[in-house]
């Protein structure tokens, strides 16, 4: 069964500060993977995601992803976050051979001091 | 393009009450999915449609039942709520399993009280 795992549960920068959110998935075959974000009081909307090809993906403000095959892993970083970017972030991965299960992380809250 | 309707938005149910939470998207698309979000442990799937005429169970389906009335539409049932059921519930739609890298689609989620 496919799984995700997101190490870090709660991360607190200072505005200009670079940022790494971990994401490692359990699954032998081929993944599309996704992170999503949600702002206080929203729902959840796509920042990023990886089907194939340049396993390095760029997505919404400035927020990029590196796909590892051999670490199973699917990292988020920004160089340099702002207040803004205050939010919870989701990694989740579909299983290319069940398409219609997607399976979402515990979660990272991310706080931004200003 | 109103895209993925939740209702209600707020309910409050006493142990043993069932009730339906609707939902439905305007997007034509084939997916559909029932959520439910809880501090601590992110979202976890409930049930999903692959496609109208299926449904299969999620990560943690039991003490739900759902039903995909037609493509548009795909409701969550729980027929005797349980104080570990309160939650916040989200459905979301994408495209389907034609497409296996299209985004979801969320709705705006309803809040779940069970006492």
């Known amino acids: 069964a496919q799984s995700v795992s997101q190490h870090n549960h709660h991360v607190i920068l200072s505005e200009a500060a670079s940022l790494e959110l971990g994401c490692n998935y359990s699954?032998?075959?081929?993944?599309?993977l996704f992170w999503y974000v949600q702002y206080p009081g929203q729902h959840l909307q796509l920042l990023l995601k990886?089907?194939?090809?340049?396993?390095l993906v760029k997505g919404i403000k400035g927020f990029e992803a590196e796909f590892i095959k051999s670490k199973f892993s699917f990292n988020l970083r920004k160089p340099s976050v702002q207040w803004s970017d205050t939010a919870e972030y989701f990694c989740?991965?579909?299983?290319?051979?069940?398409?219609?299960?997607?399976?979402f992380g515990q979660g990272t809250t991310l706080q931004v001091k200003p | 393009n109103a895209g993925v309707t939740q209702t209600p938005k707020f309910q409050v149910l006493k142990t043993g009450q069932s009730m339906t939470l609707q939902c439905a998207q305007d997007?034509?698309?084939?997916?559909m999915y029932w959520y439910r979000q809880d501090p601590g442990m992110g979202l976890r799937l409930i049930y999903y449609?692959?496609?109208?005429?299926?449904?299969d169970k999620g990560e943690v389906p039991n003490g739900y039942n759902v039903s995909r009335l037609n493509k548009r539409e795909f409701s969550l049932r729980l027929e005797s709520a349980a104080p570990s059921q309160t939650s916040v519930y989200f459905c979301?739609?994408?495209?389907?399993?034609?497409?296996?890298?299209?985004?979801?689609?969320f709705g705006n989620g309803t809040r779940l009280t069970v006492t």
């Open positions: 699954y032998g075959g081929t993944v599309n």
């Open positions: 989740a991965v579909n299983a290319a051979g069940n398409t219609g299960k997607l399976i």
């Open positions: 449609s692959a496609s109208e005429g299926t449904t």
């Open positions: 997007m034509n698309h084939n997916s």
């Open positions: 990886y089907f194939s090809g340049d396993p």
């Open positions: 979301a739609s994408r495209t389907g399993t034609e497409m296996p890298n299209s985004p979801l689609h």
